[in-house]
């Protein structure tokens, strides 16, 4: 994360990564196969960080999707801290793999949000631990991380402002989670 602070992705060299952990670079890839290994492996901890930050200070807002707002906040909040780590997480995820690269075939979206994830943190947040998230809510909170992501992206790219990200996240979770209203049948 050093590393990503001071220049990004590209700055997170496996070789120099090894230097600073002392361990022999075949004992890095051993555990971390790729650059992009060794990035999911701490986003995965800036995760489990937001995690314990939710359950120390609850989210305030009164409604589900506020609650998943205020999350989406929170996870940004840490990206504006440290650019270079935003640039390197989101950059791991999120740039297409060469064209004549083989690629796996995707998996098909899980019916649950995965126990550590952004989605999986919202809904929490959301509707609380005790609740069982449906498929459709889980769709729902897949599409606000993809569009947390792409506007983090957006930031970094001086395309938008922190004050539109918010109001961004705000509205997209109230038009995704507000409940069905009655229809009287």
Known sequence: MALATRGGYDAVQMREVARIAEVALSTLYRYY???DALLAAA??????????DIAQ???RQRTPEGRAAEVLHRAFRAMQYNRGWAHAALSAFHIP??????????????ETPPPT???????????GPEHRITTA???????????W?????????????????EERMKFAARRLLAPEPETGR
């Open 149 to 165: 992501s792409s506007s983090v992206i957006g930031w970094l790219n001086d395309q938008i402002t922190p004050e539109y990200f």
């Open 57 to 59: 200070r609850p989210p």
């Open 33 to 35: 196969p790729s650059k």
């Open 97 to 110: 793999k060469p064209l004549g690269e083989r690629h796996e075939e995707a998996a098909p979206l899980a």
């Open 117 to 127: 994830s952004l989605a999986e943190l919202m809904g929490r947040a959301a509707w």
């Open 137 to 147: 809510e889980y769709r729902a909170l897949h599409m606000l991380e993809a569009l």
């Open 43 to 52: 986003i995965q901890l800036q995760l489990d960080e937001l995690r314990k």
